[in-house]
């Protein structure tokens, strides 16, 4: 067992561990305290008052909302997207190393290290593009343009940097193949509508891809939540795409988190310890565990 704490009088790192955890939001600055003792009951209420949000966020959720915000989030997109005469895809979390090679990722890439290998030719998909890029390479000869299509789903990625990151996390990626105006205007539009949906405020980006090159990210809070792209562009003719498209990757916990106003992804991610934002391990008000009438 380590010794305790008593260089100075701030909460000592197992304390500030388990506030990190319990709390959703920020944490407000606290100390330093003049006594050792002082500081464990900051401590202790800090605790209660926390232990007593997450409960409450609980209770929501049984009571109201039933489903967690990064579900209710993609619901809404998911709508609009209909609405705006998408179509809905399903594809495999397995791909090839043929459909990596084909995005321009080969060993030399710094995604490489990312990803999750399950044999020696199939991965855990890093990301939903090589797929759609698949299907518009099909649907650009069965349909009309434009051809829109989206898919919302698990991706994953080996991440060893800090709060926004997960190891396996919900991307909604749509395309529209073949618009009918300019296709980075189209791009900035499509922003929009997802992002009204999403209901959360952003702004546009300019940025540089490892995997595109020039890229539009929007950002919520200063976070990215999505990157997105306007082609042609010279990854398409790997599957014979020639017309002009706009894209999107959407992270939706990234957006659960920004909406929720928390600085930490983790807790609204895939988990066991969590629930909807909420931590589990916190002890129940007894007055209050009676049945509801
Ligand atoms: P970052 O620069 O934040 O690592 P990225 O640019 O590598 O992200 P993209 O490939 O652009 O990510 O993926 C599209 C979106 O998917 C991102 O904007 C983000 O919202 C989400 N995303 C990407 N990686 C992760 C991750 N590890 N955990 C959670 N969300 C992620
Ligand atoms: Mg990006």
């Known amino acids: 067992m380590s010794a305790p704490d008593t260089s100075s009088f701030g909460f000592s790192p197992a304390q500030r561990q388990r506030l990190a955890e319990m709390s959703v939001w920020p944490l407000p600055e606290a100390g330093p305290f003049s006594a050792q003792a002082e500081r464990d009951r900051e401590f202790e209420s800090l605790h209660r008052d926390l232990a007593g949000e997450n409960l409450r966020r609980l209770d929501e959720l049984r009571s109201t909302t039933r489903r967690p915000a990064v579900r209710r989030i993609e619901s809404r997109m998911v709508d609009a997207l209909v609405d705006a005469g998408f179509v809905e895809v399903v594809t495999p979390l397995l791909i090839g190393r043929g459909s990596l090679e084909k995005l321009g990722l080969g ?49 994953f990625r080996k991440e060893s940097k800090g709060s926004e990151h997960l190891t396996e996390f919900t991307m909604l990626n749509l395309v529209e193949l073949g618009p009918d105006g300019d296709a980075r205007e189209r791009l900035v539009d499509l922003a929009g509508l997802a992002m009204d949906a999403a209901g959360v405020g952003y702004e546009l980006v300019p940025k540089e891809s490892e995997v595109y090159g020039a890229t539009i990210d929007v950002e919520a809070g ?16 790997n599957w014979e795409i020639g017309d002009a498209w706009a894209g999107w990757g959407f992270g939706l916990e990234r957006l659960a988190m920004v909406a929720e106003g928390s600085p930490q992804i983790r807790r609204f991610g895939r ?15 007894k007055s209050a565990t009676s049945r509801e009438a």
Request: aromatic share 8%; with cysteine.
């Open 107 to 155: 060993p030399d890439h710094p995604l490489w290290r990312q990803i999750f290998w399950v044999d020696r030719t199939r991965c855990l998909r890093p990301m939903l593009a090589a797929n759609l890029y698949h299907l518009l390479s099909h649907l650009q000869r069965l349909w009309p343009l434009p051809v829109r299509i989206f898919e919302v789903g698990p991706c």
């Open 222 to 237: 200063g976070v990215e939540v999505a990157s997105g792209v306007a082609g042609p562009h010279p990854l398409d003719a």
């Open 271 to 285: 988990s066991l310890m969590y629930m909807d934002g909420a931590r589990l391990n916190v002890q129940p008000d």
